[in-house]
């Protein structure tokens, strides 16, 4: 095993797991800590699926340097940080404190920070990000629920987060290829700075960015920049021959059903896409799950009693001001935890009932479905949208699982992604 990676949310390992796959490394990912009894014969790179974006900075920086000496010990050469293309933080963290810890624990001094990813509208010039076109705190991410970004800057964004210095390699640079954007490492590192914002408005631009990353001990940012680094490791006889990715995934038999916990401008369009498309539906909210007018009983009776072929879908993407209005009534936390839990709870009734193909949208209910499903590990199936993969549960009950970031995914994604499993 190569490379070690560390996610601070499920869908944002699995992203990162489906880029290195798709590149050629025989990738798993594991949801929290490998087991003893993961096979890892043959495989070039673990991604460990953490639950870190939003919970305090300190418990954050545990669990990840937890992960990383699990992953070290397991023999990885290279650390790779996975957050978010729209690097999702605050000014407390979490994605400053956690990278500096992680360079101290190599005892490195300089690393990149790359969300980019152009193919979802995720582009960094001049240091500051935009999201299709738009800048980041013009975006929808200004009223995320719990990360609002307000600021397009990352050099200033990652500035508030940690005490070393921030740089930039600026797309000047970066579009002259790996060897500029290595002499740029080399400038800002001897310029003092711990990091480098790094550019990129194209694939080309991250290929040539993970090129020049190679070398690099520890590589932070979205799964993008990771699109150059298994041909340069390749090149470099530090990882075995690339293989190919399958097409479709070899799915368990059984039933499947849609639940979407996300509040993403994305998923709520994917929502409406289904539901327009006459998907069978059963909204839930946090204030009706408090109350007890909806029960996890009650919305698994109603999934089960839809068309044994058919699709059904369990959702709670509403719209912000309805976020706000419950988050105001229960408090922001528990609003969320409210649905990821019985979403969890379903997940686990419906796998009891012959249910083994989950399409699941959001980071946080992603997690959640995890959890309840006692799914450990997963192994890495073809694409449908970029960033969102098929996956296979590797032990215990078999399963497919479509885990897709909030943000991600084309407006038809729930209809289509089953066009992927064979």
């Known amino acids: 095993m ?45 991604v460990v699926a953490l639950k870190s974006r939003t919970i305090p900075a300190a418990e954050a920086v545990e669990q990840s340097l937890a992960a990383a000496d699990r992953l070290l010990a397991l023999g990885a050469q290279r650390l790779f940080f996975k957050y978010c293309s729209t690097f999702d933080s605050t000014d407390e963290g979490n994605i400053g404190p956690v990278a500096d810890a992680l360079l101290d ?7 990149i920070a790359c969300p980019a990813f152009p193919a979802n509208g995720r582009t960094i010039e001049h240091g500051l990000l935009y999201v299709n076109g738009t800048p980041l705190a013009e975006s929808s991410m200004k009223d995320h629920p719990l990360t609002p970004m307000r600021d397009s800057d990352l050099v200033a964004v990652l500035g508030r ?6 740089g930039l390699v600026d797309i000047a640079d970066v579009g002259r290829g790996a060897d500029a954007i290595r002499a740029a490492f080399a400038r800002e590192e001897g310029d003092g700075k711990a990091y480098a914002i790094v550019d990129a408005v194209r694939d080309e631009d991250l290929r040539a960015i993970g090129a020049a990353s190679a070398d690099l001990p520890l590589i ?5 920049v990771a699109m150059g680094l298994p041909a340069a490791w390749r090149e470099a006889g530090l990882v075995a021959e690339l293989f190919e990715p399958a097409a479709r995934l070899e799915a368990p038999s059984g039933r499947r059903v849609i639940l979407a916990g996300s509040c993403s401008t994305a998923t709520r369009g994917q929502v409406a896409a289904a539901r327009e498309a006459g998907v069978p539906d059963f909204k839930v909210d946090p204030r009706g799950i408090a109350s007890g007018a909806i029960a996890a009983e009650d919305v698994t009776t109603w999934v089960v009693s839809q068309k ?36 969890g709870e379903v997940a686990s009734a419906l796998a009891d009932r012959g249910f083994t193909r989950f399409l699941v949208a959001g980071g946080e209910t992603s997690g959640a479905v995890v959890q309840a499903l006692k ?7 073809p694409e449908i949208d970029p960033g969102v993969p098929w996956t296979r549960s590797v032990g215990g009950r078999q399963l497919a699982l479509a885990l897709k970031s909030g943000n991600f995914g084309a407006p038809d994604f729930f209809l289509k992604a089953w066009e992927k499993l064979a």
């Open 161 to 166: 987060q940690t005490a070393r210095k921030v």
């Open 105 to 111: 624990r190599l005892g490195a001094r300089f690393t």
């Open 220 to 224: 932070t940012g979205g799964s993008g």
């Open 375 to 381: 799914v450990d590990a997963f192994a890495i199936g």
């Open 308 to 343: 044994p072929d058919g699709l059904a879908m369990v959702w709670s993407s509403a719209d912000p001001e309805e976020v706000k209005a419950a988050q105001a009534e229960l408090g922001r936390d528990a609003a969320g935890a409210l649905v990821e839990g019985l979403l």
């Open 2 to 46: 190569f490379l070690g990676c560390i996610a601070d949310d499920l869908t944002g390992a699995t992203d990162l797991a489906l880029m290195l796959a798709r590149e050629g490394l025989r990738t798993v990912q594991a949801n929290g800590l490998p087991t003893d009894d993961l096979a890892l014969d043959g495989v070039d790179a673990v």
